[in-house]
């Protein structure tokens, strides 16, 4: 392979979602089909529109030490214990010094929507409150929205670049996507990437659901994330982080590092459609499905699973599986379709990063998540959708995508090969 | 005597704050200690300890002195230095 072509592969996988701690316990919640969401038990949550949410299952101030996780936002404290589990499952063992990689051919690209929203909202109340001499001098690198990229270059001592690709609830796709590039084009070897989100607040909450976004389900919050159901009416908020360890095949086979999967390309576009709706037919969505055959050498036949975005809304679920089946045509009918939002509610900038690391194990252990609560699938919904028990996959190599979309139009397809 | 006792007091104060910030035993927290090199306190935590400090022995430390502020002991003596000034 020459400096600017150079194939990529996953060697480590981190996670804190509302499934688990870690990665292995959100793996296991996946594939068991149980719901991380949640009645908001917050006093400031009794008289909000919606009050549910899908908060993590292990909170970061028991594993963080305390003097570090106060200088962290909510977000860069997850993306913090995600990639520090990603970098120790990747076989790294402390900071980069040049005896497994050299700092300036390690990376770090971390995204996030919103970034330190919680941050900036508290400080906010402290000002009003007590006074600007109280505001934390920490205010400002934990509210900017490249804070957990930075926090997780520190942590590795990345050099060769640390970055934050911003579109929403695309984000954590878009930096998985540009982490790739950086290693396809030769300047890094080794880029820790995903996304993190941290939302779960009751400005956000109040600016989603009366954007409509948000459910408006009161039954039994397990049972209202359901991706292509005929009654879906909305996402259900979520928050956590995913994080991966890309590396250059090379990098990795020298060092001797066990590979996942293979990272085989990404596909971009813009929907220039609407600032927060999905253009309807799909239009963007497969202009970025195209994007990533052009540009990659994937070939439907070998696609075997795809984790949707799928958020739960009427109109997006449907949105993508139309430009799945424009682009795809019958090889659709081979794929089996999963959101595992069904489980984890919407991470929003987080969503990339935790669906890479789902895409990454359904390949890993030939075993695809299912969607739980589709009690009646949408007829609209033409394909073959995972329903509540995990699908093995087939032996022999194949490949998965990784859906990502976000307000603004953004859309982004990640694609991976075993 | 009672000048002693004011600086024991500041000190056990003091270290409480930084055990707060930076997470170090309050035990270690002694006068001869550099913020920055012993105690983990950057220049931004350090602004967090003047603003504990102030709070809690009543004093007002401007941010030009802070720089002058390099051990335990160099605040511990500001914090006195400020207090009596305030009583006389």
């Known amino acids: ?418 | 005597m009672a000048a002693i006792n004011d600086k024991d007091a500041i000190l056990e104060g003091l270290a409480e704050i930084v055990n707060e910030i930076a997470g170090i035993p309050a035990e270690e927290v002694e006068l001869d200690k550099s913020f920055t090199d012993d105690l983990d306190v950057d220049s931004l935590s350090m602004v967090e300890v003047v603003v504990a400090a102030e709070e809690r022995f009543e004093v007002k430390i401007p941010d030009d002195d802070v720089k002058g502020l390099r051990t335990v002991g160099d605040a511990a003596d500001y914090i006195l230095n400020a207090q009596l000034s305030t009583q006389s």
């Open chain 1, 1 to 418: 392979m020459n400096a600017t072509n150079r194939t990529v592969v996953v060697t480590g996988i981190g996670a804190t979602t509302p499934l688990g701690g870690d990665a292995a316990s959100t793996w296991d919640g996946l594939l068991t089909g149980r719901s991380g969401v949640s009645l908001l038990e917050h006093e400031w949550a009794a008289d909000l529109p919606v009050r549910i949410a899908a908060q993590v299952a292990v909170e970061p101030l028991t594993v963080l030490p305390r003097p570090q996780a106060r200088k962290l936002d909510r977000s860069a404290q997850f993306a913090l214990i995600a990639a520090k589990e990603a970098w120790a499952d990747a076989g790294f063992t402390g900071p980069a010094d040049g005896t497994q990689v050299a700092p300036g051919r390690l990376g770090a690209v971390i995204a996030s929507g919103i970034g330190g929203v919680t941050t900036l909202l508290e400080q906010y109340d402290i000002l009003r409150e007590r006074g600007f001499r109280k505001v934390s001098p920490h205010t400002v690198p934990m509210l900017m929205p490249n804070g957990s990229a930075a926090n997780v270059g520190l942590e590795v001592n990345a050099q060769a670049g640390v970055h934050t690709p911003v579109s929403a609830c695309a984000s954590g796709g878009e930096a998985i996507g540009y982490a790739s590039e950086m290693i396809r084009t030769g300047r890094a070897d080794v880029v820790v990437a995903g996304g993190t989100e941290a939302a779960i607040h009751p400005l956000p909450v109040a600016a989603f659901a009366n954007m409509m976004a948000l459910s408006k389900n009161t039954d039994d919050p397990t049972r209202v994330s359901r991706p292509f159901d005929k009654g879906r009416d909305g996402f259900v908020l979520g928050e956590g982080s995913g994080v991966v360890v890309l590396e250059s095949a090379e990098h990795a086979a020298a060092r001797g590092a066990r590979v996942y999967c293979e990272m085989v390309g990404q596909g971009l576009s813009a929907d220039s459609h609407h600032i927060a709706q999905p253009e309807p037919n799909g239009r963007g969505i497969a202009a970025a499905l195209q994007n990533l055959l052009d540009t990659s050498d994937l070939k439907p036949a070998e696609v075997a699973y795809i984790n949707a975005h799928a958020t739960s809304t009427p109109q997006g679920d449907s949105a993508e599986i139309n430009a799945l089946r424009r682009v795809f045509g019958d090889d659709l009918d081979h794929m089996a379709i999963s959101s595992t939002k069904s489980m984890t509610g919407h991470l929003l900038g987080g969503a990339g990063g935790l669906e890479t690391v789902a895409t990454v194990l359904a390949l890993y252990h030939r075993t695809a998540p299912p969607t739980i609560n589709v009690d009646v699938l949408d007829e609209e919904i033409k394909a073959d959708i995972i329903v509540d028990k995990p699908r093995p996959l087939p032996e022999g190599t194949v490949a998965a995508l990784n859906d990502s979309f976000g307000f603004g139009g953004a859309n982004v397809v990640l694609a991976f090969r075993r």
